[in-house]
């Protein structure tokens, strides 16, 4: 009997295949489906978990407890579901993943989209979660990965905004080491540039929530040079007028 499950049928005695093949199609034909208190139906790998726990506890010499042999196939299943859900939120969330730097608004509806499937996924597959434990255990771990997709997310718009604004001012870092802007009306000059870069920097699409706060650090960074400019600028009008006084003289 111990080796009953790994004997080839053509080594079994008939009689024996055929009793058991009648008690299997009662068992499928006739049995009502396994209920617990409060209704819940246990079928499938539910019952086979609770078989095992209730025999292994019988093999093990204690006093078998349906009570508990539930407890603990219910931490199984639920485990599992939660594990369903986080998989089916992580998947959907991939779309919107390879979309990054998205706007915060893109971002957060796609969050509360695949929440709702996962959640779903959560209810299909759990048992007995009376307190709701193992749905708010999904619920932080949604939470977890949403708030990485926003860092994710916040760092994809930095890096993308810092690259366009770098790539946008090399026209313009040329002119500065050429002396452009070293002339009477250079910092006129030097204003409607960097005027242009702004301007075709908000042109751009899909820069990412962090689109306004790169710009504001790129205008500080600036704004030494700018002074200097200025600074510069306005002595060279002092002088040239200087000069151009004492030629009407």
Not at 204 to 222: H, I, N, T, W, Y
């Amino acid at each position: 009997m111990a080796h009953l499950e790994s004997l080839d049928e053509r080594h079994i005695w008939p009689d024996f295949l055929k009793a058991t093949q009648r008690f299997c199609d009662y068992v499928f034909n006739e049995s009502n489906v396994k209920t617990l208190k409060g209704g819940h139906r246990v079928t499938g790998r539910r019952l086979g978990h609770l078989v095992r726990l209730y025999v292994d506890t019988i093999c093990s010499g204690k006093v078998p407890c349906l009570e508990n042999a539930v407890v603990t196939m219910a931490q199984i299943e639920n485990q599992a579901a939660v594990q369903e859900g986080l998989k089916v939120y992580q998947s959907g969330m991939e779309q919107v993943k390879s979309l990054f730097p998205v706007s915060i608004d893109k971002i957060s509806a796609e969050h509360q989209r695949c929440s709702n499937v996962a959640t779903t996924e959560f209810m299909k597959h759990s048992f007995k979660d009376e307190t709701k434990e193992y749905l708010k255990s999904l619920s932080e771990e949604v939470d977890k990965y949403y708030f990485e997709l926003l860092d994710q997310n916040m760092t994809m718009s930095d890096i993308k905004c810092s690259k366009l604004l770098s790539d946008l001012y090399k026209d313009m870092s040329e002119h500065l080491q050429q002396g452009e802007y070293a002339k009477p009306g250079g910092y006129e000059l030097y204003c409607i540039h960097r005027d242009n870069i702004i301007t075709q920097y908000h042109r751009q699409p899909d820069k990412g929530v962090k689109a306004e706060d790169v710009l504001e650090m790129f205008l500080s960074e600036r704004s030494v040079e700018a002074n200097c400019i200025l600074q510069a600028d306005k002595r060279l009008s002092e002088n040239e007028k200087k000069i151009q006084g004492k030629m009407l003289q």
